[in-house]
């Protein structure tokens, strides 16, 4: 009596599984036949789809490119680090993104967050200590505020900084970068950058009168690489502007 309830259990449980692996065949052939039904409109998922390839592909393409130019693919083989070897720059935040972002050695960048001109003492002391051949600066975007639109001011502590550091520093070549403009949001939250332009034209007259080399940025940056500030920059910038100082300077 036993082995007849075992068998019939067997058969019962048999059976059930039958009617589960035919439900599921049933669900499969189903799903398959809805996938390849003519009628069925995918456009909609087929353009987001390619819009996230499309999209993924150009930041690979970014990333790598980014990765070429900072370690050593340009047209003569060397990296951006190499060719500021025996070059520094000086500067404030903005300057300090080169060595965040990793893009220059720590040995070739001297950056302070919020710096002014008249606080400058200790960076010009770095620079004398690592001695280079060619030094790059990047002031005066916390001087336009701190002035408040007194360009004289601003281009007799500019011209201090130049002082000091050619009595510091004798042997190196002088290159100064102009003030990068900002964006519409940076002029709503401080006004007075709007008259960046100004000092700019004040400080290329400065370099003339000093014989320094002058670099205008003006229209070295565009849109896309602005920090959410408005101010800052996206670490793709810094390979843009490391090349423009390169050629300037011949580097």
């Known amino acids: 009596m036993d082995k007849i309830k075992q068998r019939t259990k067997r058969r019962i449980v048999f059976g059930v599984c039958i009617v589960a692996a035919v439900a599921v065949l049933i669900l499969i052939i189903r799903g398959v036949s809805g996938l390849l039904h003519r009628g069925a409109d995918t456009s909609a998922g087929v353009e987001y789809i390619e819009k996230e390839e499309a999209g993924n592909i150009t930041a690979i393409e970014e990333k790598i490119s980014l990765l070429e130019r900072q370690d050593g693919s340009g047209e003569d083989g060397r990296s951006i680090k190499e060719k500021f070897t025996g070059a520094v720059i000086l500067g404030d935040s903005v300057a300090e993104g080169f060595a965040e972002y990793g893009i220059l050695n720590a040995s070739s960048v001297t950056a302070e967050i919020g710096v002014h001109l008249d606080e400058l003492d200790e960076q010009i002391a770095k620079v004398k ?55 519409e949001k940076a002029l709503a939250e401080e006004p007075i950058l709007g008259k960046i332009p100004e000092y700019n034209d004040a ?28 101010i800052h920059f996206k670490a793709d910038f810094y390979l843009i502007w490391a090349e423009h100082m390169a050629e300037v300077a011949s580097l």
């Not at 790059?136 to 900084?161: I, W």
């Not at 320094?212 to 940025?217: G, K, L, P, T």
């Open 203 to 230: 400080l290329r007259q400065l370099c003339d009168s000093q014989t320094v080399a002058f670099i205008d940025n003006t229209d070295l940056v565009s849109e896309q690489y602005y920090e959410q500030d408005g």
């Open 129 to 183: 200590e690592l001695s280079p051949s060619i030094l790059f600066l990047y002031l005066g975007m916390n001087d336009v505020a701190a002035t408040n639109g007194d360009t004289e001011l601003f281009v007799s502590e500019y011209k201090s900084v130049l002082t000091q550091i050619k009595e510091e520093v004798p042997d190196a070549h002088i290159f100064v970068n102009s003030i990068f403009p900002v964006q």
